[in-house]
């Protein structure tokens, strides 16, 4: 992959985990609610959260935006990559408004806070303090923070791909596992249709050369990955 820097937009990696390293996932709904949050609140208008025209008409179907919805949402970021695991999640993002970035996390992480408080009987914090920000500025971590990003799931079935110096013991399964689990935006840079309406892929994508050549050098990153340039971008 090859990126040329946009001189007029930033990268921001954003994380953040349950406090006390709690699971915040603990079912499907709970997972199609985040992403249903990180879509409804992007946006410069307040959203309404509770809002079923999200799971109607972009998670079920699964269709992006059309010219009109788009015209409509005016958005505070571009989502360009996102990962949920069970007790945390990633994005990285460009801002397209003043603050747009604060605003929003605000937004997501609040609401979603209040639905699982609801949901759970439970109250206080859930999200281990103040998300992490990191701004990308070496060109290593800009390479390597989309693979990174959506190699997270593969904690689950092939932990060795942390390890610079091991290669991963069985790149067909760890690829197979990817291609079945729904909660990151590696599906939709794939060209299969997830929640195509939540991610801005068209820089990446260029970057990448398409969705074929994403998924390409998705196959060749699992052969051997050294995450060592960003270790310092991440959570552990």
């Known amino acids: 992959m090859s990126i040329e820097y946009n001189k007029n937009m930033d990268f921001y990696h954003l994380l953040n985990r349950g406090v006390d390293k ?15 949050d990180i879509f409804e609140f992007n946006d410069v ?22 010219e009109k919805e788009h015209k409509q949402k005016k958005l505070l970021i571009k989502i360009h990559f996102f990962c949920l695991m069970s007790n945390h999640y990633h994005l990285l993002v460009s801002p397209l408004v003043e603050d747009g970035i604060p605003r929003f996390m605000k937004k997501l992480n ?10 759970y ?6 999200f281990q303090g103040k998300y992490k920000r990191v701004l990308i500025e070496r060109d290593a ?9 959506h190699f997270n799931p593969l904690d689950l079935v092939a932990p060795e791909w942390r390890d610079g110096e091991k290669s991963i013991k069985n790149p ?6 990817l291609e079945n689990y729904r909660w ?16 801005q892929r068209d820089f990446f994508l260029e970057s990448f050369g398409g969705e074929k050549a994403y998924a390409q050098s998705i196959e060749e990153h699992l ?3 050294d995450i060592d340039e960003i270790k310092e971008m991440t959570l552990e």
């Open 22 to 36: 709690r699971s915040i996932f603990l079912d499907e709904r709970d997972f199609l609610r985040f992403i249903h």
């Open 45 to 66: 208008s307040n959203a309404n959260p509770n809002s079923g025209h999200f799971f109607k008409q972009h998670l079920d179907i699964g269709r992006p935006l059309s």
């Open 110 to 119: 609040m609401g979603y806070a209040k639905y699982f408080n609801e949901k």
């Open 121 to 126: 009987e439970r109250s206080g914090a859930l």
């Open 141 to 149: 971590h800009f390479l390597w923070m989309p693979y990174y990003i």
């Open 172 to 177: 067909k399964k760890a690829l197979d596992f």
């Open 184 to 199: 990151s935006s590696h599906l939709d840079y794939a060209g299969k249709k997830n929640f195509p309406s939540v991610t």
């Open 223 to 225: 052969k051997g990955v």
